[in-house]
Structure formats: C-alpha cells, structure tokens
C-alpha cells in the first residue's frame, strides 16, 4: 500500500525559515515524480513544486519561485521542501503527492500544517 | 499559465439527484499528439487530502464508484455524479496538467451539499 507521511510543520516565526519531510513507501520511490501542494486554511489547493525522478527537472509554481526548494533523497524513499524567508500567507496545510507518469496526483499524504506568526 | 475556472463555486442537490460541476480552462488542454485531454477531478472531504477521481477527462481512478463520471474536451470539462449519495458531500477540484514546462493548476473548487 502507498504511504506518504510528511512532517516539519508547526509554528515559525516570519522571516524564519522550515524544512518540510516526506516519507515514502510502499512503492519503488525513485520511479516516481513527486510533487508539494499546500492550501491555506479555507481555501482551495494550490500546487507549489515538482521534482523528476533523478532531479533533473525540478519546477514552480511561478508565484512562489525563489523561497521554495524542493529536493528528494531517492536512498531514503524521502522528499522535501525548504522554504526561506517565511510569510504570514504560506500558512498552510502542505500535501506531498504522487504523480502518476508525471501527471496527475494518485496517492496523497495527509499533510503537514505550518503557521507562520510572531 | 493556464487558467481553470470552475462553476458554480457551490452546488446544492437532493439524495438521489444528478450533480453536474463544470470547468474551463483558458486554454486547451488538449495534446493532439497523445489524443489525450490533460484533466483530473479530484474529490477533498474536510479535514482528508484530496482523492482523485478521475483523469485523462474521463478514466475512472479504481474503486471510484460508477456513479463518477467525467467528460468533455478542449478547454470544457464537467463531472457528473449520476445518483447523489450522502458520502458525496465533499468539495471538487479540477487539475490540469497539460502546460509546458509542467505547470499543475487547480480549479478553485465547487463545493457539493445536499439539500
């Protein structure tokens, strides 16, 4: 059975930066696209990045480019995503999912909420 | 980028009612290459991810029930729930995945309530 479970959420203070964690199992990892997609309390879902199966395509969602990384560690069945310089606008519950042949989302976590305030 | 808007933002229908949720993307999402439209219909139950529903516009993910279906081509899509049951009361995403380089956009969601 896919499993997805991501971590690293909580509370961060703006301008702080968090590293969210997301393990993977149940299927083969490295032959998968992965991708972040997050939704702010009440609101719809918004995709935020993707990364290839050996990282060499890495994409963003074009409001969000140059605070994100994302990255994957194919050894340890784990993907992430770093954000710099945090705002009170990326409150959000943070979903890791994975793409089916690069394309749309089959299996989801269930999340990982991060709360930026002072 | 490409645009998906979705109508209506929410949606009332009685037990047993057809349920109809539209969406338009602002361009096509069509690859002639493939003979594929680049669509996904994913389902968000409160406090649960989303699940998808259906892909390519109108494959069935499995174990979603029949009563699920998908259609439409281009840049107009609609799902349609044939017999409305309790369990559906959810809200709908659409998903395109067709631009280059692979941009995923969502709808902004049509939320389904019985009435």
């Known amino acids: 059975e896919v499993h997805l479970v991501e971590s690293g959420g909580g509370l961060v203070k703006p301008g702080g930066t968090l590293r969210l964690s997301c393990a993977a199992s149940g299927f083969p990892f490295n032959s998968y696209t992965m991708n972040w997609v997050r939704q702010a309390p009440g609101k719809g879902l918004e995709w935020v990045s993707s990364i290839s199966i050996s990282s060499t395509h890495i994409y963003y969602a074009d409001s969000l480019k140059g605070r994100f990384t994302i990255s994957r560690d194919n050894a340890k069945n784990s993907l992430y995503l770093q954000i710099n310089t945090v705002r009170a606008e990326d409150t959000a519950v943070y979903f890791c999912a994975r793409a089916m042949a690069g394309y749309y989302f089959d299996s989801w976590g269930q999340g990982t909420l991060v709360t930026v305030s002072s | ?115």
């Open chain 2, 1 to 115: 980028d490409i645009v998906m808007t979705q109508s209506p933002d929410s949606l009332a229908v009685s037990l047993g009612e057809r349920a109809t949720i539209n969406c338009k993307s602002s361009q096509s999402v069509f690859h002639s290459s493939t003979n594929k439209n680049y669509l996904a219909w994913y389902q968000q139950k409160p406090g649960q991810p989303p699940k998808l529903l259906v892909y390519w516009a109108s494959t069935r993910e499995s174990g979603v029930p029949d009563r699920f279906s998908g259609s439409g081509s281009g840049t107009d899509f609609t799902l349609t729930i044939s017999s409305l049951q309790a369990e559906d009361v959810a809200v709908y995403y659409c998903q395109q995945y067709y631009s280059t380089p692979l941009m995923h956009t969502f709808g902004q969601g049509t939320k389904l309530e019985i009435k």
